[in-house]
């Protein structure tokens, strides 16, 4: 803080000492003694008609008198006014140095006024050889400008060498012109805001649409707001779109792996989100170490969560099928209870470990934040980088599945038992692997809904049933179905959330499951080829 007086206090003297240099010769322009008077005291309404009227000549002397008075040295002595910094005593309007009056008092600024010195400060700071502190200008006036700063807004729009910030300025130009008094100067502000495609604007417009009396003005208000809506629509529809996918994409996680278990081994696993959650705290565990032995290196922490969390899931799956799972294949019921057993085991066992609440997963600093697609549009890092991490997990499940020899193997052992272990198949450890297989999958998962919200004890018992539905309605057994169905009733879900709110959309989406089982108990795509049954 008191470094950044002093620079303040560096950019006073050279502002107050280049005005005195440079002469300010010409009069009508020049900060006078009698103009930092008018702005010092008084009453508020008569300093801020006084600041405009200086402000709307552009002197570049005023922006270190408004910069000392907000930081509260000014002071007043019968009619000089004085900039105090420390034991250097400045004359406010020609920068020279001068002696302090014993009777000299402090300037009061209201916080009203404070607001208005801002104001001018970004309005003058619009001339900035700096492009980043004229952009940052532009962005203060959007919401502070009045029309006494319309000259000076012209002027520095025909100043603008950079073609992004002249069209800001242009815009804020048609923003402060909206609430002039001239009805031709808000007529041509419509038209002008007509072409913009930000939400502040429609905002604005809305705003202003109610409070205008004149009929031409408010219906070019009502044109350019419609013009205006139906531009922002695309980037809500394409919002939309991506929130579908991107709820999609962490349903198909969730569901990957309860696809193997379930529609490849024909296991009801109610312990496929506690699965999932123990991923999400192997994530976590992850973090705590690279945060206390490899700060440095924390941004990279997530390399080696995601074989941690697969590994963690994977090896709880296993102990759970050589323990328990394997005595109760082709008994769907006692399966069903044994796992819901189980799972309440494991999230007493980690409310143990790691305690009740909830605890924070934090992103890598390259997976925070967001790219600005359009202006009322962002697709955050992390959602996007789930999306790839879900395309890479699912081409290696296909490759694993379909090109491997464990792969060809599970695919033995599901369509006919007995013919695989005729052939020399240890269908005991096939099927011990592909649990793991499943479970590990279900860690994945965890990894990446750790990067999107908070992990508790709870957490598999948000998607177990959604799970279950993707895999269901994509057809039993069926990878490839439960990629259409994971993706499909996400962007079916938001659909939905956008007209009936998120409980009734799924009580509709869990209706329309039942519905379409009813009439395709297979699922999407039915089971193909031979099984053991058949």
């Known amino acids: 803080m008191r470094g950044l007086r002093a620079l303040r206090r560096l950019a006073l ?30 009453d508020s309404d008569a300093r801020i008609a006084a600041l405009d009227a200086v402000v709307a ?23 000089r006014v004085f ?15 001068a002696t302090l009056p014993a009777d000299a008092q402090g300037v009061v600024n209201p916080n009203r006024m404070r607001a208005h010195f801002e104001a001018a400060l970004a309005a003058l700071r619009l001339f900035s050889p700096d492009r980043a502190v004229r952009a940052q200008a532009i962005d203060q006036l959007r919401d502070e400008a009045s029309e006494s700063y319309l000259a000076l807004i012209q002027k520095a729009e025909h100043a603008e060498t950079d073609a992004k910030l002249r069209a800001d300025l242009q815009r804020l130009e048609a923003r402060v012109q909206l609430g002039a008094r001239d009805p031709a100067l808000r007529l041509a502000a419509a038209r002008t805001l007509a072409a913009s495609d930000q939400p502040a604007t429609q905002s604005l417009l809305i705003d202003r649409l109610a409070a205008e009396t004149d009929p031409t003005v408010h219906a070019a208000l009502q044109a350019a707001l419609s013009r205006v809506a139906a531009r922002l629509a695309w980037g809500d529809r394409l919002g939309v779109l991506f929130s579908g996918i991107s709820l999609g994409s962490i349903l198909l996680l969730a569901a990957l ?109 390259w997976m925070s934040g967001g790219w600005d697609v359009l202006p009322n549009l962002t697709l955050p890092y992390n959602r996007l980088a789930i999306l790839a991490f879900t395309a890479f997990v699912l081409a290696g499940m296909a490759l694993l599945i379909g090109r491997t020899r464990l792969g060809l193997f599970v695919r033995g052992v599901t369509q006919n038992r007995r013919m695989a272990a005729c052939v020399g198949v240890n269908t005991a450890r096939i099927d011990t692997c592909a649990f793991a297989l499943g479970a590990g999958i279900a860690g994945l998962a965890g990894c990446a809904l750790s990067q999107v ?8 018992q948000s998607y177990i049933v959604d799970s279950f539905m993707v895999v269901v309605l994509g057809g039993v057994g069926q990878i490839a179905g439960t990629v259409y169905a994971g993706l499909g009733l996400g962007l079916l879900n938001k659909l939905l959330e956008g007209w009936q709110g998120a409980v009734l959309a799924k009580i509709m989406v869990l209706a329309f499951i039942v519905v379409f089982i009813q009439k395709r108990p297979q699922g999407l795509f039915a089971l193909r080829g031979r099984s053991a049954e058949a």
């Open 13 to 42: 003297g050279l502002g107050l000492a280049l005005a005195l240099a440079l002469g300010l010769a010409g009069a009508a322009h020049a900060f006078t003694a009698a103009q930092a008077l008018a702005i010092a005291q008084g």
């Open 57 to 79: 000549a552009g002197d570049p002397a005023l922006g270190g008198f408004l910069q000392a008075l907000l930081d509260d040295e000014v002071q007043v002595a019968g009619d």
């Open 83 to 97: 900039v105090v910094q420390g034991e250097q005593v400045l004359d406010a309007s020609t920068g020279a140095p």
């Open 257 to 365: 792996g309860l696809a193997i278990t379930y529609g490849l081994m024909g296991v009801i696993n109610m312990a496929h989100g506690e699965l999932m959650m123990i991923g999400a705290y192997a994530t976590y565990a992850v973090q705590n170490l690279f945060r206390h032995w490899l700060p440095g290196a924390f941004d990279a922490y997530i390399a080696a969560a995601v074989p941690a969390s697969f590994l963690a899931s994977a090896l709880v799956g296993a102990v759970l099928e050589r323990t328990v799972i394997r005595w109760l294949y082709g008994r769907p019921l006692e399966t069903l209870l044994a796992t819901w057993g189980i799972s309440l085991i494991l999230m007493q066992s980690v409310r143990t470990l790691f305690g009740a609440q909830n605890v924070a997963v934090e992103n890598p600093g």
């Open 453 to 460: 919200g908070n992990v508790g004890p709870d957490l598999g």
